[in-house]
């Protein structure tokens, strides 16, 4: 196995308007919504954290800096359960080494290519990663562990990008990016074509991308170009597709599951699917939910 460039940073688009979740998202940013005790975001940086990242770059916009300061000193809060004798260990995760929280803002809404090209000074001249929140990737308890941990081995492996994807339904494809896959070797396909958004009739599979990439910065240069493309906006899948060919490119299959918090329901199953997963309430939700499902 030769030696690859480690996987040091990763870059979270964060500054969508959550219109989907209004009016919660009104004053709130849509990553800080909590799915029990910890809010999207966390789950991401904790997943970073696991695959071995350590500098966290936001791109954010107006209304976005709850996000940074979810990961800064809560000097007051902090003081105050010293005094109380508290345990601070909760709030272990928030924490960052200085320096290791970056924010950049992106001022127009130009798509989620836009929003990656917008990190290019501090992203640099490495490979780095990509997490859409809205998509929860949850580890199952095997000890494969999550979704980028997953990612980097195989890039530890083949090198060259990576993204995650799964399988859903056709009638669904039209709402995601989607591959053509190409030979398949375990957990691993290679990727032959990329469209984002495709018609049903148009989809080379029902394979989509699911939001975790690993990505060489060749792919800055790409976007640069600032085409538009599906629904006008400038779309990372257009200028991963140009890439391949020109570098190794893959899929994972993450070995877990998946919810998408990007849709009121899938939020739901989320929070209901992680709380009966949590020793320190599964035996009560799972009671609450026998009972309002009326099946006790
Ligand atoms: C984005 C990507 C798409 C991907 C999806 C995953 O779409 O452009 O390729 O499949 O995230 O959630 P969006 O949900 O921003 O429309």
Redesign the pocket.
């Known amino acids: 196995m030769t030696k690859r460039k480690p996987i040091r940073k990763a870059v979270f688009p964060v500054a969508g308007l959550g219109t989907r979740f209004l009016p919660a998202t009104k004053a709130i940013p849509k990553e800080m919504l909590p799915i029990i005790d910890r809010p999207l975001i966390q789950y991401a940086v904790d997943e970073a954290r696991e695959a071995g990242i350590e500098e966290m770059i936001f791109v954010t916009g107006r209304g976005k800096t709850s996000i940074i300061e979810h990961f800064d000193i809560a000097f007051e809060l902090e003081t105050t359960m010293r005094e109380r004798n508290k345990d601070l260990s909760i709030l272990a995760p928030t924490q960052a080494t200085p320096g290791d929280i970056i924010a950049v803002r992106q001022q127009v809404p130009l798509g989620?290519g836009h929003a990656i090209w917008c990190a290019r000074a501090i992203v640099g001249d490495e490979p780095f990663a990509i997490f859409?929140p809205?998509?929860l990737m949850i580890a199952r308890n095997d000890g494969a562990g999550g979704c980028m941990k997953q990612m980097v081995e195989a890039y530890n492996e083949v090198g060259g990008n990576l993204i995650s994807v799964l399988e859903v339904p056709e009638e669904e494809v039209s709402s995601?990016?989607v591959i053509a896959p190409g030979k398949r070797s375990g957990a691993l396909t290679e990727v032959t074509g990329l469209v984002?958004k495709p018609r049903r009739e148009d989809a080379p599979s029902n394979l989509?991308?699911?939001?975790r990439y690993i990505l060489q910065p060749e792919v800055m240069r790409v976007l640069e170009a600032q085409e538009k493309g599906a629904g006008g906006e400038i779309?990372?899948?257009d200028a991963m597709a140009k890439m391949i060919g020109t570098q190794p490119f893959h899929a994972v299959t993450f070995q877990g599951k998946r919810y998408d918090c990007?849709s009121k329901t899938g939020f739901v199953e989320a929070t209901l699917a992680i709380a009966l997963e949590r020793e320190d309430m599964a035996e009560e939700v799972r009671a609450i939910a026998k009972r309002l499902l009326g099946d006790s």
């Open positions: 989620l859409l809205d998509e995601y990016g984002e989509i991308l699911s939001g779309q990372l899948t990007g």
